[in-house]
């Protein structure tokens, strides 16, 4: 767990009210029994190993080592327990930071749906193949907040859609106002779609898009997340390269830091994509469908083929990186390799001197802010990226000028020191 978690809060009053969140927002039966038992197993350890009655970082990084629940620990088939566990940790020290509770993605598959919501949901995602033409990421990113908003009119007795009211519209929004505002935003236009269709459709018999609030998030509202060069090379000397696992995560973290690529085209590279001809890699961007073609260098080239010939499991698959146990499967498709770049960071030590993104994504951003301090053009960084829009390169721009004031002399000191 993080280490950040320091909260002096007794554990059975902590899940009490974890447990009665739940219960508000919905969750199935099965869900509140399995989160339940992981919180009672968890006091139960702390009366145990006489860790008091407070919520900590360290009773909680022990209880997972424990039950062996740690990062990569979890993965391989019959660890489906240990998973949750992991889960149920992590929700309830989120909650403790925050007093908020977001679903995780893995407990929307034990959502309970009545039949005749199940069969308008698959209609729904019929119709957005067909008529809206959807990428499949986007789709099942819809699909799943849908499925979250379905449950939350379930747990409300709504019994079937035509009885969707606006309060519990309203209701479900201020239920998901603990997330980002351009998460907020984008729950409500899938939201908005899902009712538009059921107007359509003839389900309601009003068109309720229009009781959704309208949710404003300015382009530049957020400043990207950039890692200084000293951690960024922490990081990378952190990492086990003798192990099959460190060679994977090595090329994964390359690719991302030097050449910039998203989690989701890191994680969907295929063999065919690396050119060791021309030595470039060229693939089709998940996000933008637009084709983009980057060099494939010295450092990243050693780095794939020592993962591909003395770390790759040898299998059918054609993805480049599969995971390290059997059945040595591709990365699932919602799976957006934040716990290998947590995993390393962990073991390097590395804490952040402000609260930041730390997930791989966090590297991309880190090059191209790098790229703009060496007066790269913004078209060549855009070329990069492989942005479509030259207005997604310069938001870079603003990280840069926050970073310059971040280490600008506050005006009191300077006249104190004169």
């Not at 898009?209 to 990081?235: M, N, Y």
Request: proline letters at 3%; charged letters at 30%.
């Amino acid at each position: 767990m993080e280490q950040t978690c320091s909260e002096n809060l007794q554990l059975g009053r902590l899940v009490a009210d974890a447990r009665d969140e739940i219960d508000r927002l919905g969750y199935s039966r099965r869900s509140r029994s399995r989160y339940r038992a992981t919180w009672e197993h968890l006091i139960e350890f702390s009366r145990e190993k006489e860790l008091g009655d407070e919520l900590s970082a360290n009773l909680l990084t022990r209880f997972l080592e424990e039950h062996r629940a740690m990062d990569e620990q979890v993965n391989g088939s019959g660890n489906d327990w240990r998973r949750h566990m992991a889960i149920g940790v992590k929700m309830l020290a989120d909650f403790a930071r925050t007093g908020r509770i977001e679903r995780a993605i893995m407990d929307v598959q034990s959502i309970d749906l009545l039949p005749a919501m199940q069969n308008t949901l698959c209609d729904y995602e019929q119709y957005c193949k067909d008529r809206l033409q959807l990428r499949p990421s986007t789709l099942h990113r819809r699909t799943i907040e849908l499925k979250i908003f379905l449950g939350f009119l379930h747990s409300r007795k709504a019994r079937a859609l035509d009885q969707i009211q606006a309060a519990d519209l309203s209701e479900f929004v201020s239920c998901r106002d603990h997330l980002q505002p351009e998460t907020v935003a984008r729950i409500v236009s899938d939201v908005r779609s899902f009712l538009r269709f059921l107007t359509m459709r003839g389900i309601l018999q009003k068109d309720l898009s229009v009781e959704l609030p309208k949710v404003r998030v300015p382009r530049d509202a957020t400043i990207p997340s950039v890692w200084d060069q000293e951690l960024l090379v922490r990081l990378l000397r952190a990492v086990d390269r003798s192990s099959a696992k460190g060679k994977r995560d090595y090329a994964i973290l390359l690719l991302a830091c030097r050449l910039g690529l998203r989690a989701g085209d890191i994680r969907t590279l295929k063999l065919d994509n690396l050119r060791w001809e021309d030595s470039t890699i060229e693939i089709t961007q998940g996000k933008t469908g637009a084709p983009l073609t980057l060099p494939l260098t010295n450092e990243v080239g050693e780095a794939l083929i020592d993962y591909l010939k003395s770390g790759r499991p040898q299998t059918t698959h054609r993805e480049v990186f599969l995971k390290v146990n059997p059945p040595f499967d591709p990365f699932r498709e919602n799976n957006n390799l934040y716990d290998i770049v947590t995993y390393w960071r962990r073991l390097a030590g590395i804490t952040f001197r402000t609260p930041q993104r730390r997930g791989l994504h966090s590297l991309r951003h880190t090059l191209a802010t790098r790229l703009l301090e060496k007066s790269t053009p913004f078209t060549t960084i855009a070329e990069i990226l492989g942005h479509t829009s030259l207005e997604s390169t310069r938001i870079y721009a603003k990280a840069d000028v926050e970073a310059l004031r971040g280490v600008a002399l506050d005006q009191e000191e300077v006249n104190h020191a004169s």
